[in-house]
């Protein structure tokens, strides 16, 4: 498959050479000035014409120039920040002057709000940004993950198998506690794990209005550190008009969802408001993974002449089905469905299942934003922002040891009882506060941000027993363990934009972070917690971007960032010893890359090598009770190349499509097997096996990833898109061991949508999409549990498997007012 790959990657380049020749068909020119009303040169704008990949920015002075355009008739775009987007309908059969005045507007503060954390199309930053309309087309009824799936480097997975629950990405083969996303520019990082649980924001995306993401490190930003990629969402902004719209999605596995949304537009006093409302079902494919989720969206906002005051609220509920123990291996061939959780045998011997063994929670995120223009080169933002959440699952615990909540064994009789079955609940009542702000300057060929935040989490985890089989005589609701975090992350950065000349633009970046956590109470083993942690970091950015001619650019960067460890790396290293701490890593993240614009084809070819010193792996090594290590691994990288290509061909053909080659390697790997007496006693020892494993691959990172979509327009309003993404094959962990890894899988989507325009500026629409066309069965993520046994048995390994499920189908209706 690579060779292959490799193959038809030369074979674009090659044709798209030949497509680039200037001597082949010249076309015609479009240039000039960008200024303001006052007559000052504009640098940075973007020029682009609609329906086409031709697309530039303003230079020295303002000027700019769109070459190789073809005769005809065009709609040229010119937008900056904080002014007025103009649109100017031409006909090209020469040669032609346009220079363009761009009004100041309060009504595009809106991307004020992410512009301090987003990068712009001057940066040599590898990055991808998606419109309302974008999302729109890849959203097919699965969560927020799902949406980005097409993207260059990023693989998702799915424990309830259609897309809905659990969810998850990874980018570059980078796991999402190491992914950075924000809201607004508010960090969306669980502050004490770094990961995202996408479950408690169903539906999320109905009120994005874009999304950038940049790949490697990026620029600066606030929260959790960007240590692989960053993820910028913006919400809603507000429109002109008012509206209302009905959303209706339903299909296979007993899946539908129905959202409302309303908004006033912009009222003659400059007031807005916009709410949505959704609700969503599923089963699942794997066996008890029901979803049962609501959220919420309400935005209001006062637009005065040269001020914005935003206020957002956004509500998620989700009860979802435990699915995180996965379908065991033994199971795959006779039952792939199979879900263990809450399975229980009963006094008669039957086997049964608990009903209520979920993930119940509830968060809600509070939002006010505050955006400034003090003169047309000079705006400030600042936003308070609140997120409340709490929740807890339940499980059903058959033949629970006493023991493991605090409990004495009892004697009944002549019968001694260490055990019975138990109820329980696993709770987290959180809190995470903070504001963060920025100020944006632009003078000349200089465009200088200043930003930062502090942020505070205070969270409580604690476990509740809410019945016992036996009498044990607990009070109600008895809890067994309590413990807190309490985490302060602050960060202030400073990014220059140099446009030296026309063809060049210097970057600079430097960002200073600091991080003070303390945990303190008895974890759910009866383990105590104690630990104060300071981390303070520096982390450089800098990269430079060459345009050679009209619609060809160079860029290369160079970044560092720095992770601290995350909660559990921290509590489970430290259980039963003190003289092991984990350290904080470090990434160095140097980016190569081109860019292509000709009418009918873009191309975006990046290459990246990222080298992480201290990056923490599971090794399988035990500490002296018993549990499971994390270790930083002295040297590792990532490097690749990313080829994406996209072509219109024909008026009524386009091809969007995307390769990443990659290989991921950890330097003289050593591998830390638990060791177990024998396979009757079961007694783990406490003396682990060192298996040095030279260099191996590092788990979960595919080296090669593709994605391909092509897209018919058979008549007006109407598409049809086949959708494929290919992965080759991931190993579960990192000993290179292809027993222990998940099977390549290409799995292929068919999607046809049709748009009506009616009477009285009302649309409808509706999609009909095939998900995994040909039924393939296959499974994205897994994991693995082995022990050595020192009788000298052959090695015990358990693995637990996520299939995907099989062909089914989604429908979505649509109506717009």
């Known amino acids: 498959m690579r060779k292959i790959t490799v193959a038809l990657c030369a074979f674009l380049l090659a044709g798209l050479t030949m497509q680039a020749n200037p001597t082949e068909n010249l076309g015609f020119s479009i240039h000039g000035q960008i200024t303001d009303n006052q007559g000052n040169p504009l640098v940075g704008a973007t020029i682009t014409l609609e329906n086409t990949f031709l697309g530039t920015y303003s230079g020295v002075n303002g000027y700019y120039q769109l070459s190789h355009v073809r005769e005809g008739s065009y709609t ?35 991307a004020v709000v992410v512009s301090s954390t987003r990068a712009s199309n001057r940066m040599p930053i590898a990055q991808t940004t998606l419109n309302r309309e974008q999302l729109e087309q890849a959203n097919t009824g699965g969560d927020t993950p799902y949406l980005l799936d097409m993207l260059p480097s990023v693989v998702v997975s799915s424990e309830s198998g259609i897309g809905i629950g659990n969810t998850a990405f990874r980018i570059r083969g980078t796991d999402p506690t190491r992914i950075n996303v924000t809201i607004n520019g508010v960090p969306l990082n669980d502050a004490e794990s770094q990961g995202v649980y996408w479950v408690d924001l169903p539906d999320f995306t109905a009120s994005v209005d874009n999304v950038q993401v940049q790949r490697g490190v990026g620029t600066s930003t606030n929260g959790a550190a960007a240590f692989g990629a960053t993820v910028n969402f913006q919400t809603s902004i507000t429109p002109p008009e008012p509206f209302a719209s009905i959303d209706l999605l339903g299909g296979s596995y007993n899946t539908w969802k129905t959202s409302a949304r309303v908004g006033t537009g912009l009222t003659k006093n400059g007031f807005s408001m916009e709410g949505r409302f959704s609700q969503l079902h599923s089963d699942g494919y794997i066996e008890r993974a029901k979803s049962d989720h609501r959220s919420m969206f309400v935005t209001a906002a006062w637009h005065g002449e040269r001020s914005q005051l935003r206020a957002n609220i956004i509500y998620g509920e989700e009860h979802t089905g435990i699915t995180w123990e996965g379908t065991p291996d033994y199971m795959m061939n006779t039952n792939r469905r199979y879900n263990p959780a809450g399975e229980y045998v009963d006094d008669q011997g039957v086997t049964r299942y608990y009903d209520d063994q979920k993930d119940n929670y509830w968060q809600t995120h509070y939002h006010l934003i505050a955006t400034h223009s003090f003169a047309s080169n000079l705006t400030a933002n600042v936003t308070l922002h609140l997120t409340d959440g709490r929740g807890y699952y339940e499980e059903y615990k058959p033949d629970r040891k006493l023991s493991k909540y605090g409990l004495p064994a009892f004697t009944i009789g002549d019968t001694t009882i260490g055990s019975t079955d138990f109820i329980q609940q696993k709770w987290m009542d959180n809190i995470f506060y903070g504001g963060i702000a920025s100020v944006m300057y632009r003078s000349g060929n200089f465009d200088i941000t200043l930003g930062g935040g502090w942020n505070r989490y205070d969270g409580d985890h604690f476990g509740k027993i809410l019945w016992s089989k036996v009498n044990v005589g607990l009070p109600n609701k008895y809890e067994w363990y309590n413990n807190n975090g309490l985490k302060t992350d602050w960060n202030t950065f400073a990014k220059v934009t140099w446009q030296i000349t026309d063809p060049v633009t210097v970057f600079a970046d430097v960002q200073y972070r600091g991080i003070a956590y303390e945990l303190n109470g008895i974890d759910s083993d009866l383990f105590p917690i104690l630990q104060n942690h300071d981390w303070n970091f520096i982390n450089p950015k800098t990269g430079a971007t060459f345009r050679i001619s009209s619609g060809h650019e160079l860029y290369f960067s160079f970044a560092v960032a720095h992770r601290e460890p995350a909660r559990s790396d921290l509590k489970d290293a430290q259980k039963g010893s003190t003289d092991f701490t984990p350290k904080p890593e470090r990434l160095n993240d140097w ?6 614009r000709l009418q009918n084809i873009s191309v975006d070819l990046n290459y990246y090598y990222m080298h992480y010193k201290d990056q923490l792996v599971l090794t399988g090594e035990l500490t002296d009770v ?48 638990n060791l177990t007496d024998n396979p009757t006693d079961w007694n783990d020892l406490q003396s682990p096996v060192a298996e040095y494993m030279g260099n191996t691959t590092i788990s979960f990172s595919p080296s090669v990833i593709t994605n391909a979509r092509l897209t018919v327009t058979p008549m007006p309003n109407m598409a049809i898109s086949l959708v494929s993404k290919y992965v080759s094959r991931q190993y579960i962990d990192n000993t290179e061991n292809e027993e222990r890894s998940l099977d390549p899988y290409w799995v292929n989507n068919l999607v046809a949508e049709y748009r009506l325009n009616l009477k009285m500026n009302k649309r409808m629409f509706i999609q009909i999409s095939v998900n995994n066309l040909f039924n393939n069965k296959y499974s994205a993520n897994a994991w693995v549990y082995r022990t050595l046994f020192q009788s000298g048995d052959p090695e015990y390994v358990s693995m637990g498997y996520y299939p995907q499920a099989e062909r089914h189908c989604l429908v979505r209706l649509g109506v717009e007012f």
């Open 76 to 110: 040229l775009i010119a937008s900056y920040l904080g002014f007025e987007t103009i649109k100017v309908d031409l006909k090209v059969d020469k040669d032609m002057e346009l220079n363009l005045v761009l009004k100041p507007s309060s009504q595009y503060l809106e």
């Open 591 to 596: 980016e190569l890359g081109y860019r292509l």
């Open 626 to 673: 018993g549990y499971a290590r994390m270790a930083n691994v002295p040297n590792s990288y990532r490097t690749g190349v990313e080829l994406s290509l996209s072509a219109l061909p024909f008026k009524w053909l386009k091809f969007e499509g995307n390769t990443t080659l990659s290989k991921n390697i950890i330097k003289n790997y050593t591998n830390y097997a």
